[in-house]
Structure formats: structure tokens, C-alpha cells
């Protein structure tokens, strides 16, 4: 088939337009791989943080409830302290109180006998005042002597609750004591991983610059080929307007390349060489 220079011409800028098409194809490939890498770093990168961020807020809600009951038991202990420090200052002063060195029985008994006495003995009347007056003293005395023996008995009383009261004080310290180490633990976690998060933000934020770069670079990739093809379209589009069927001249290429290769088989025949899968489905197309 004969064709005039400007379907020549026109025929080799198809074929190359076509070569470079395959070329961008495959810059194209490797950009939206690239690209798609960098995406799938950011995602993982994004979930890692978005696990680690919830892992915080619970950490900070177990943190702040433990600070609380932290600050709770330090009320009720300081409270309970309170209580026995000022139950303390009680015993002690009622320790410190002299005691009488009269027994109250026989001061019971010494005023009975004088109450018999003024019973069954005759006496005048200024006797009689006088020993009235000895056993309002004595019973005075007495009073005051059970008051005191009174206030024994209730320090007894006030030590036995005080040790309740020490020991529930104790218990709130030491529960304190160990809802302040957990808080503090949570706390420092807290710290950790923070620091954990704003390291894999940077990761991130690399990871998407480089993604958008990628990404710049596909759409001009993919903006090239759509020009290319275009060209590649236009190109064809002036071949057929000129009559020329562009798949009936790639046919007659593929002919003629076939005949020189079975020209090439038919050497190897002639000459003894051996023959390869290659040349032997050349020759049965050929045929």
C-alpha cells in the first residue's frame, strides 16, 4: 500500500504518540502506587493515634475519679483526726485531775452512821446543826469523789473508741495512700503517651505532605495523558480523514515483520540450527 509523506509522517507521529502513551501509563502506575503507600502509612498512622487518644481519656476519667476519692478519704481522715485529737485533750485532762484520796464507801457509810445518829441519839440543837452540817460536807464530798470516778470510768470508755476511731483514721490513710500512687500512675501514662501522640502527629503530617505531593504528581501524570491522548486522537482522526485505516497499516507492519521472521526460520532450517518455541509458532503463523 502505497502512502503519500504527509500519511508517512502523520502514521509516525501515531506510533510515537502511542509509545509515549504506554510510557506515561506506566509513570502513571508507579505515581497512584506511591501514592496510594503514603495513604495507607497516614491511615494506619491515623488509627494508631485515634486508639491512643481513647486509651487517654479513659486514663484521664480513672485519673480524675481516684483524685477525687483521694481528696474525699483526706477530708474524712483529717476529720476522723480531728475527733481524736480533741478526745485526747479530754483524757488527758481528765488524767491530769487530782484524785481523791477518800474511799466513797466509807464516806457512804460515815454518813449513814451520822443520819442514824441524829435518829435514835438526843442532842440539842446546836449539836444536832453541826452534824447536819458534817453530812451535807461529806455528801458534797461524795459527789464531787463519784463525778470524778465517773469521768474514769468514761476515759475507759473514750479509749476503747478512740482505738476505733485510730483504726478507721488508718484505714482511709492507707486507702489514700494507694489511690494516690494509682492516680499518680495514670497520671504519668498520661504523660507518655501525649508525648506518644505528638510524635506520631509529626508522622503523620509527613506522611500527608508526602501524599499530596504524590497526589500533585498523578493528577499531572494523568492530566499529560489525557493531552496524549487527545494528540493520539487527533492524529488518527487526520489519518482517517485521509482514507487511511490505521489498523489495516499496523496489519500489513505485523505481515511484514512475520515474513521476515519466517525468512529468518527458514535459515535456521537450512543450515541444521535448532529451533526455538519462538520460531516454531512463527512459522505455523506463517502458515
Excluded: C
Amino acid at each position: 500500500m502505497w502512502l503519500a509523506m504527509d500519511e508517512k509522517e502523520l502514521l509516525s507521529k501515531l506510533r510515537k504518540a502511542k509509545e509515549e502513551i504506554a510510557q506515561i501509563k506506566s509513570r502513571l502506575s508507579k505515581a497512584n502506587t506511591e501514592k496510594e503507600n503514603f495513604f495507607k502509612e497516614k491511615s494506619v498512622i491515623s488509627q494508631e493515634i485515634k486508639e491512643k487518644i481513647s486509651f487517654v481519656q479513659k486514663s484521664k476519667k480513672k485519673r480524675n475519679e481516684l483524685t477525687t476519692e483521694v481528696k474525699n478519704k483526706k477530708h474524712e481522715r483529717d476529720k476522723l483526726n480531728k475527733i481524736i485529737s480533741e478526745e485526747l485533750k479530754t483524757v488527758k485532762e481528765v488524767k491530769d485531775t487530782p484524785r481523791p484520796t477518800e474511799n466513797p464507801i466509807g464516806l457512804k457509810k460515815k454518813i449513814e452512821a451520822l443520819e442514824f445518829k441524829i435518829e435514835t441519839e438526843p442532842m440539842n440543837f446546836q449539836k444536832e446543826q453541826a452534824v447536819m452540817k458534817e453530812i451535807r460536807q461529806l455528801k458534797k464530798k461524795l459527789k464531787e469523789i463519784k463525778e470524778v470516778y465517773g469521768e474514769v470510768s468514761d476515759i475507759r470508755s473514750k479509749n476503747r473508741e478512740l482505738n476505733k476511731l485510730k483504726k478507721e483514721a488508718n484505714k482511709f490513710h492507707k486507702d489514700l495512700q494507694k489511690n494516690a500512687r494509682e492516680s499518680q500512675e495514670h497520671h504519668e501514662q498520661l504523660i507518655d503517651y501525649s508525648k506518644e501522640i505528638d510524635i506520631l502527629r509529626a508522622k503523620e503530617k509527613a506522611a500527608h505532605e508526602q501524599f499530596m505531593e504524590k497526589k500533585n504528581i498523578y493528577m499531572g501524570i494523568n492530566e499529560e495523558l489525557k493531552k496524549k491522548f487527545d494528540e493520539f486522537k487527533a492524529i488518527k482522526d487526520d489519518l482517517e480523514k485521509m482514507n487511511v485505516k490505521v489498523a489495516e497499516l499496523e496489519n500489513e507492519k505485523k505481515k511484514k515483520n512475520l515474513k521476515e521472521k519466517t525468512r529468518e526460520v527458514n535459515e535456521k532450517i537450512k543450515t541444521g540450527k535448532k529451533l526455538t518455541t519462538e520460531d516454531i509458532l512463527i512459522m505455523q503463523q506463517g502458515k
